[in-house]
């Protein structure tokens, strides 16, 4: 176990402060010589008390001083990674509805609904190839033992959709998802939301959030807060300027309302996304990958729905390089916090995936 010091950031301004350490503990999820493992965020994650399951990225590494370190000319593989203890240890395997050269079967149409409140649901989002073609979704009633899929998920009339798994479930086949679609300059990219009332077998465009920017507002990470009451946080970057913003709809996603800016810099190399959990007390996390010097993993705490943000936390901050983060976040029974990214040790080592266990505190 090791103990890192919990720094006291910005809620508007202000100078940072030495709170009292608190104990985090890193364990590697997956590690392997010559391999690339990376963003958990486009992969998805799902929980039922102390068992969870993570997906990720697994390729082979390539030392480089410019760019993601993995060799794009070899197959990659979606791998899952399985927890039974809350996070202490992890088994993987390879995603089941790839082949040996990493290939998926083209996506289908649904012809039977899906039923979203089934205890063991689990759903995963991904582009489709350079996101021209429809993307991709799969459904397991088996909390992630097997999948069903691929199904198509439309484009909407939009230029390409470069979607990732941020869905919040409305009752037994209504289910609402948040997805990023490319902007009409073809660059990625602005997010919309979308809806099925039919168990997955249509789907309907409902909103915007926020108007297009100049730069990219792009993966969402949402919660829903009350009945009509949605919350969600987004990657951005204008200019030089990478951080995250959170927008609040008050009519279960039809608008939007911009509300703050939960973190005002998540580092250089184009930042990295947020990953939002509502805790059992009421409040919320937000976890991501801080990508300028000291490298490494943050997060920030809300007791007011986000209206207002606490102290940054620095989760770790021992990294090598900028390449890290994408992460995905759960809470365990006993209420710690279980933070799964990607990291390296040094510019020129493999990249792994790892979870950092840590405590929330109580709620005052």
């Known amino acids: 176990m090791k103990t890192y010091k919990i720094l006291l950031g910005l809620l508007v301004a202000g100078a940072c402060v030495a709170q009292q350490p608190a104990a ?17 965020a486009n992969n998805g994650i799902w929980s039922w008390g102390d ?16 760019g993601h370190a993995i060799d794009g000319s070899q197959a990659s593989f979606i791998r899952f990674a399985r927890s039974l203890d809350g996070g202490e240890t992890w088994k993987s395997d390879r995603a089941p509805f790839m082949d040996e050269q990493a290939r998926e079967k083209d996506p289908v149409e649904l012809t039977s609904a899906v039923d979203f409140t089934n205890p063991n649901f689990a759903m995963r989002v991904r582009m489709n190839g350079n996101g021209r073609e429809p993307a991709r979704i799969y459904y397991s009633a088996d909390r992630c033992k097997t999948w069903q899929g691929p199904y198509k998920l439309p484009l909407f009339d ?5 979607a990732r798994t941020d869905y919040v479930v409305n009752g037994k086949h209504d289910l609402i998802a948040f997805i990023t679609a490319a ?8 997010v919309f939301v979308t809806r099925t009332k039919d ?19 792009i993966m969402p990470s949402s919660v829903r807060l009350s009945p009509n009451r949605i919350l969600t946080s987004i990657r951005r970057k204008e200019g030089p300027q990478h951080f995250i913003d959170a927008y609040l709809s008050e009519d279960n ?45 943050r997060a920030r705490l809300s007791d007011d729905g986000g209206r207002t943000w606490g102290p940054e936390i620095i989760l770790r901050d021992d990294a090598g390089c900028w390449d890290l983060g994408y992460p995905r976040t759960v809470q365990r029974s006993d209420g710690k916090i ?19 266990i840590w405590d929330p505190g109580k709620k005052d």
Not at 25 to 40: Q, S
């Open 24 to 40: 985090v503990k890193n364990v590697i999820v997956f590690k392997e010589a010559g391999r690339f493992g990376g963003w958990p």
């Open 51 to 66: 068992e969870i399951v993570v997906g990720f990225v697994d390729g082979t590494f390539k030392k480089t001083d410019r």
């Open 158 to 162: 939009q230029p390409r959709s470069l």
């Open 183 to 190: 902007k009409q300059d073809n660059r990625e990219g602005r």
């Open 199 to 217: 168990g997955g077998k249509t789907w309907q465009f409902v909103s915007w959030i926020g108007p297009e920017p100049s730069g990219f507002a």
């Open 253 to 297: 996603g039809k608008t939007w309302t911009f509300l703050n800016k939960p973190v005002e810099s998540a580092g250089g190399s184009q930042g990295n996304p947020p990953a939002m959990i509502q805790l059992k007390d009421g409040r919320l996390a937000m976890t991501y990958g801080y990508r300028s010097e000291p490298y490494g993993m």
């Open 338 to 356: 279980v933070t799964i990214y990607y990291y390296n040790d040094d510019l020129y080592s493999e990249r792994y995936i790892a979870a950092t």
